[in-house]
């Protein structure tokens, strides 16, 4: 579905992407791990068309897609939830939810369907819908911007960190939550520092070190690794 073939990602001099390589198949929940500063979130604004590619080739469904506009990668299903949330405070729940459908205004039905099985998937967002967005609790947030990130359809969706600042009981939901999201067919691309929990729901992974792939596998085979354990899930 997703293939990245030598992929160089420069800012300035400075090169965060080193020959990254990697394929996600349609269905499946890859997790990428790595250290603060490794290149995950670059790799993800990569993907969504805001860095630019130096050298290399992204095919998304066998096109090429690299430095193609972000509005573009929306609409062709590329959609991510960004590290930190990002989300309109000032704006109400509903209105947040809104913005996530921009690229699909002329499908108001199906733009109406996916609201309601969002608001299913959250109900506190239904409850919510008309509280201003910077009124929710750090875990309702990152619920919402799941959410708007959703309205938007995507074959794959890219999460950055979705646990980040959450309490240990709110983290539990979140993954419970992104699990719930694969299931119903959403391809899902992840970056997390929680590696245990992230790799438990995970179909595989990948380890990022310096801007580069150093380690990939399935989750058993992650799970089992000295190196993996050692730096990532500890004991
Ligand atoms: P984190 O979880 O802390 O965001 P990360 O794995 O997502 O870590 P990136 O944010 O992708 O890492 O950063 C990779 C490297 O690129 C780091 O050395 C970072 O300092 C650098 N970097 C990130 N954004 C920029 C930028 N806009 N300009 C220059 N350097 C950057």
């Known amino acids: 579905m997703l293939k990245l073939q030598h992929i160089d990602v420069f800012y300035g001099r400075f ?9 996600i198949e349609q269905g499946e929940l890859v997790t990428i791990l790595g250290a603060n500063g490794a290149g995950k979130s670059t790799l993800f604004h990569t993907l969504s068309g805001l860095n630019k590619v130096s050298s290399g080739d992204i095919l998304f ?8 506009a972000p509005y573009k990668l929306v609409r062709a299903g ?5 590290e930190g949330r990002k989300l309109f405070s000032e704006m109400s729940v509903f209105e947040n939810l809104k ?3 921009y690229t699909r205004r002329s499908d108001k039905k199906a733009v109406q369907k ?4 969002i608001y299913a998937l959250f109900p506190i967002l239904f409850e919510k819908r008309k509280d201003a967005a910077g009124s929710l609790s750090g875990g309702q947030q990152q619920m919402l911007a799941i959410g708007r990130a959703l309205m938007a359809k995507p074959k794959i969706l890219m999460l950055d960190e979705p646990s980040l600042g959450l309490a240990p009981l709110i983290v539990d939901q979140m993954f419970k939550v992104i699990q719930e999201i694969h299931k119903h067919g959403t391809t899902v691309l992840l970056a997390e520092q929680n590696a245990h929990a992230a790799l438990s729901i995970s179909t595989r992974g990948y380890v990022m070190e310096n801007g580069q792939i150093v380690m990939q ?9 000295d190196e ?3 730096a990532y899930i500890g004991a």
């Open 15 to 23: 090169q965060a992407l080193k020959n990254v390589s990697m394929e």
């Open 61 to 68: 469904e066998d096109r090429k897609i690299h430095n193609m």
């Open 78 to 82: 590329i959609v991510q939830c960004a």
């Open 99 to 101: 913005m996530g459908s």
């Open 114 to 117: 996916q609201l309601d099985d």
């Open 217 to 225: 596998g399935t989750k058993k085979e992650l799970f089992d690794n």
């Open 228 to 230: 993996v354990k050692r």
